[in-house]
């Protein structure tokens, strides 16, 4: 992992007292400095960043295995060392303790992936003023991120914040500062005595359900929380209850903490979550230009239980590119795989302008084009349609990753 700037005098912002002395800067003061992903795998989603980000000062970082590192530098991204990027927060990894019914090396990841990325981005000296983005590796972005941060921020809910989420916490907008100071939180989380944890998981985990719900993967549950929680006093064995509790709910609880005013000051921030309405697609494509505006509404269509699309699209119709020019994407199902109609009904809304070179571009019900902004890809069946080697680029024919030489490598952005 290559520092640029490393030759830059020690400042003030180095030092581990600066956040304790000044609040993080507000979106409104941001400016994009780097996109964001921490992955095992990160698949196509860095280099649709790497194009999205073209022409802006923002860089693309992927913090992921050794193994992804020829692809990452490929797609034009920077990369840095999973493995090295752990190191500082192995000790507190042997303090989680699981609480979800996800199994715990996936929760564990979710929750030290901030460490880690807070660790990969010391030797960028990022500004103060310098916005990050960090995105799920399942996000696909097809519009500047520059754009979306200065349309979020404009916005008076949110640009008072210093740092806001969308899509759920799948998109995290930080400054170095704010990213700190929600490390800290985490790092207190689980070193904190044991009866905090199971309070905090208590309050802000989801809604308790019985632990014989889980089946076999209860038995990872911490028996240590599950003693704490008030509500497994007078029950013993899988009558108890557990709450799910992963990296989602600790943003919740650090965002409602820091509203209360319970943290110290050097571990709170004031956050903003997109709360615009999630409209759900069926039959048809949404009439986008009924929005308020661009890029702020969540769309939503099901691909099979338990995957979605959801996708931003601008509000304001695009200007359309000549209609020889026009291409129309035409999914169609493997023989081998039986596709989702919705997740296939919906690619086909797509319209790629000639040579794949521009933005793909989202037909509403009355026949206008709108560019589309990102694509979240949620769920197994989403992924293997739109993400999986082999498949994504027959979706997105310019930003997939093919099979060359029996070996897995990134295609190349045209």
């Not at 979106?27 to 400095?33: A, E, F, G, T, V």
């Not at 985490?186 to 359900?209: D, H, V």
């Not at 296939?344 to 070179?357: C, D, K, V």
Request: glycine content about 6%; overall charge positive.
């Amino acid at each position: 992992f290559t520092d640029r700037t490393s030759r830059r005098p020690w400042s003030q912002a180095d030092s581990p007292c600066a956040d304790r002395m000044t609040e993080p800067p507000p979106l409104r003061s941001l400016k994009l400095r780097l996109v964001a992903f921490v992955a095992d795998r990160p698949g196509p989603a860095v280099a649709h960043a790497v194009r999205a980000t073209r022409g802006t000062v923002a860089e693309v970082l992927a913090v992921a295995p050794q193994r992804e590192r020829e692809a990452i530098l490929a797609s034009g991204a920077r990369w840095a060392n999973m493995s090295a990027a752990s190191l500082s927060s192995i000790a507190w990894a042997k303090r989680y303790r699981h609480s979800s019914n996800n199994v715990p090396a996936y929760e564990l990841f979710c929750f030290q992936r901030w460490l880690m990325l807070i660790s990969a981005i010391k030797p960028l000296h990022l500004p103060e003023d310098g916005a990050l983005m960090v995105l799920d590796s399942d996000i696909l972005l097809f519009r500047s991120p520059a754009a979306l941060l200065a349309e979020v921020a404009a916005l008076p809910e949110h640009g008072g914040s210093h740092t806001a989420w969308l899509l759920g916490n799948a998109l995290q907008i930080h400054s170095p500062a704010s990213m700190r100071r929600f490390g800290l939180f985490i790092r207190r989380l689980y070193t904190a005595p044991l009866q905090s944890l199971a309070g905090e998981i208590e309050r802000f985990g989801a809604p308790a359900r019985a632990l014989a719900a889980l089946g076999r993967r209860g038995k990872a549950i911490s028996r240590r929380i599950l003693a704490a929680h008030a509500a497994n006093r007078n029950l013993t064995g899988d009558w108890r209850v557990y709450h799910h509790f992963s990296d989602v709910q600790a943003v919740q609880a650090w965002c409602t903490r820091s509203a209360e005013r319970s943290l110290p000051a050097e571990r709170s921030a004031r956050c903003s979550s997109l709360g615009r309405p999630l409209l759900r697609v069926n039959a048809a494509a949404p009439d986008y230009a009924a929005q308020a505006a661009d890029c702020t509404t969540q769309y939503v269509v099901t691909v099979a239980p338990g995957s979605h699309i959801h996708y931003l699209a601008a509000a304001t119709p695009t200007r359309p590119p000549p209609s020889e020019a026009l291409l129309q994407a035409s999914p169609r199902p493997s023989p081998h795989y039986n596709a989702s109609e919705a997740a296939l009904a919906w690619a086909s809304w797509l319209r790629w302008p000639g040579e794949l070179q521009a933005l793909p571009l989202a037909s509403s019900e009355r026949g206008r084009l709108h560019a589309l902004c990102l694509a979240h890809m949620q769920g197994p069946a989403a992924k293997e349609l739109f993400l999986e080697e082999g498949r994504s680029h027959r979706r997105f024919p310019w930003a997939g990753r093919a099979t060359e030489a029996g070996r897995a490598v990134a295609l190349p952005i045209r």
